[in-house]
């Protein structure tokens, strides 16, 4: 494959972050390119179901650089024509609880044009909005927005937008080339990123039926049987006992008001439900188990070591493990099955009624102490190539995201020269189809992978 080169002749861009730019591009404010639109308020009582409303575009439709349709809000209001999305908008969060969530956005396309949004939405719309977009992806407009946050208020503001600088080339049809050059390449990335991930799933999936099968069946599959008590687990081996978890734990819950401690030095973090769904991790010193009784979190088990933490009223740690129980043990069983009890047979209605009583009565399955270290080695033994195999590919999917924005700060800045890069044609069909056949996929994987390489050892990839 040919590198791509640099432009022939650059000139200072007169921005220090910015450096040189191709002799024939512009510096300009973003002001000048468009209009930002902000969002429309609205109050519960404005909320209707699908049929009797428009959808509002919030911050959770952003994801990924794409719209996202999987928690959608409707309401019923006159809405005015200007707070329509039209094809080619660019939607922007421009206010959120969590500074990293300001700043993202995504083109409007397909079934996203003719909706509304919601006021801590932005809409930008203007001429040149296939090119900006990218800019708007590239870490020179984060770097540029993240010198206008205040430490009170997390917003892009429509002044703080406007003021922001870019390069750009003079002629639509140059930005239409980098447009394009980008939506394929970064096509490529993504594919590469979604198959990865698909990996990593079917190897956690496979890590999980060895750890389902060791805590409940042991590892001689010749033992003898006897019903668990619990219809949804079955026969467990004849020699193990059921224990309710009381038995095997001290359990305490956390602090309502101690979050402040942690900007006070007092605490390195502070454990809320949303930490504990976040942890996957099957790894276990034997300190301490959380886990959550409410939110996102509930049922879901996790063990965090580093450094001094509180945690919320509704978290839960289990701690103080007796001396018939091993914690590794002990966590792997309640990693398996905690949740699924929790949710599917001692719930009521909500996640909410998950209360201390509910975990005290668990049923955990308790081979004899020595049987359960060896199950413990058995799974650690196990899933060591497994999580091997996940740490590496974890690896790779982070280096071809470096390498995607690599690509497109230097796209948008003019460090590369793509207007005379051949893009392949390929009909609709052809697009969604690629990626079916494992060969084509392995290619797609494998050029996605070299460029990523190139990239990190100081090449220009083609």
């Not at 956005?105 to 006021?119: H, Q, S």
């Not at 040149?128 to 993240?146: D, I």
């Not at 750890?211 to 003898?224: E, F, L, M, S």
């Not at 959380?290 to 063990?303: E, I, N, P, R, S």
Request: proline fraction near 3%; hydrophobic fraction near 40%.
């Amino acid at each position: 494959m040919n590198n791509i080169k640099p432009y022939t002749k650059y000139k200072p861009s007169g921005i220090e972050w910015l450096g040189d730019i191709p002799e024939h591009w512009e510096v300009r404010r973003i002001k000048h390119l468009g209009k930002a639109i902000i969002g429309i308020i609205y109050n519960p009582k404005d909320l209707c179901d699908e049929n009797d409303g428009i959808l509002v575009l919030r911050s959770s439709n952003v994801q990924n650089e794409k719209i996202d349709y999987r928690d959608c809000v409707y309401v019923n209001q006159n809405i005015r024509e200007t707070q329509l999305t039209q094809k080619g908008d660019i939607l922007i969060c421009s206010r959120n609880g969590s500074i990293n969530l300001i700043g993202k956005n995504a083109l409007i396309e397909g079934k996203a044009v003719g909706k509304t949004f919601g006021a801590f939405m932005t809409i930008f719309r203007g001429n040149h909005n296939e090119y900006v977009s990218y800019f708007l992806k590239s870490p020179q407009f984060k770097a540029q927005m993240g010198l206008c946050f205040t430490s009170t208020i997390n917003q892009l503001t429509s002044g703080v937008l406007y003021n922001l600088f870019l390069a750009l080339p003079k002629a639509k049809s140059e930005q239409t080339a980098i447009a394009n050059f980008l939506d394929y390449k970064l096509s490529k990335i993504d594919r590469f990123i979604k198959k990865k991930k698909q990996l990593i799933k079917l190897l956690n999936e496979q890590k999980a039926g060895i750890i389902n099968a060791a805590v409940t069946k042991g590892i001689d599959p010749k033992v003898k049987t006897k019903p668990s008590g619990i219809e949804w687990l079955g026969d467990i081996p004849e020699h193990w006992e059921v224990v309710k978890l009381r038995f095997l734990v001290k359990m305490t819950t956390g602090n309502k008001n101690t979050e402040d401690k942690v900007e006070n030095g007092e605490f390195d973090f502070y454990v809320r439900s949303q930490k504990v769904a976040k942890i996957n991790s099957y790894t276990f010193d034997g300190e301490g188990i959380l886990t959550a009784g409410d939110g996102v979190g509930v049922g879901k088990v996790f063990h965090y070591v580093n450094g001094k933490f509180d945690y919320h009223q509704r978290v839960y740690l289990f701690y103080g493990f007796s001396n018939i129980i091993d914690a590794k043990f002990l966590f792997m069983f309640l990693k398996t099955y905690l949740k699924i009890d929790l949710m599917l047979y001692n719930s009521k209605s909500t996640v909410d009624s998950v209360r201390m009583p509910i975990l005290k009565n668990f049923s955990v399955f308790v081979p004899p102490l020595p049987e359960q270290q060896q199950i413990v080695t058995h799974i650690e033994t196990e899933t060591a190539k497994l999580n091997q195999a996940i740490t590496t590919i974890e690896k790779e999917i982070i280096l071809v995201q470096e390498y995607r924005t690599a690509l497109i700060a230097e796209a948008v800045t003019g460090k590369i020269d793509v207007r005379e890069y051949a893009i392949p044609e390929m009909n609709a069909a052809a697009t969604d189809a690629m990626g079916e056949d494992e060969n084509e996929w392995e290619e797609e994987l494998s050029m996605a992978a070299e460029d990523a390489e190139a990239y990190e050892s100081g090449q220009n990839p083609d």
